[in-house]
């Protein structure tokens, strides 16, 4: 399970709010919750990049990938200067192992900004990861670390591929680095459990694991690996 991807995806798409000025939007927000609000105004504004976008986020709560992919899409096709649109969509795309989130990527590289230039990389490598190709995927979080050394996420999606390559001495080296730009990060905690429980350090792996839970009461991955581990 790739925790990070998934807390990424979740933390990042955030848009605008619904703020169009007509009359006939506020009406029709007044009288609807607001998903059922925003479809029913996308109706009749069809290429209003706000409301695209909150629908998108509305489709993407709600579990509908493929609605918000499509929504997104829309909104870029309406106006392409959008980066965290843009990110978003390569993030979704890569997920689902579509090759159209490595056009997007590759357009993100080449920005002058190197934060885009780094989200670009970091899509390319989940897509490679998603797809079963740890080699590039390590090559492209590379890649997006040299672009932006403080990008915490490409440390642990990179960790996660040497973890599970059992290669846990690098892993855990990428992920003290992770540490040391965020100490409130779950996830590095929980990664650090699982390459400290492959190295056979039990009593260690236990401790990061309860760390991860410590910073946060609802972290699956690191409350069913100390249960298993209590079991032992």
């Not at 870029?76 to 990527?105: H, M, R, T, Y």
């Not at 650090?192 to 309860?210: H, N, R, T, V």
Request: charged share 20%; with cysteine.
């Amino acid at each position: 399970m790739r925790v990070t991807a998934i807390r990424s995806m979740l933390v990042a798409f955030v848009f605008f709010s619904v703020s169009c000025n007509q009359g006939k939007e506020s009406n029709t927000v007044g009288a609807a919750g607001p998903q059922d609000a925003a479809s029913t105004l996308l109706a009749q504004f069809p290429d209003s990049i706000d409301l695209l976008n909150q629908t998108a986020f509305n489709a993407l709560q709600s579990g509908d990938t493929g609605k918000s992919i499509q929504l997104l899409s829309h909104s870029l096709a309406v106006k392409l200067d959008q980066p965290e649109v843009e990110n978003e969509l390569g993030f979704l795309l890569a997920a689902i192992k579509s090759e159209q989130s490595l056009l997007i990527a590759t357009r993100m590289t080449k920005s002058e900004k190197a934060s885009t230039a780094s989200q670009g990389h970091y899509i390319k490598g989940l897509y490679h990861a998603n797809s079963g190709n740890d080699k590039e995927a390590i090559r492209s979080f590379d890649s997006s670390i040299i672009s932006n050394f403080t990008f915490t996420n490409a440390y642990i999606e990179k960790a996660i591929l040497l973890n599970n390559a059992g290669d846990f001495d690098k892993a855990i080296d990428a992920l003290a680095k992770a540490m040391e730009l965020d100490r409130k990060n779950a996830d590095v905690y929980y990664w650090l459990g699982s390459c400290l429980e492959g190295k056979k350090d039990f009593i260690k792996a236990a401790a990061y694991y309860q760390e991860a839970i410590s910073l946060d009461p609802q972290h699956q991955g690191a409350i069913r690996s100390l249960h298993q581990l209590k079991k032992q």
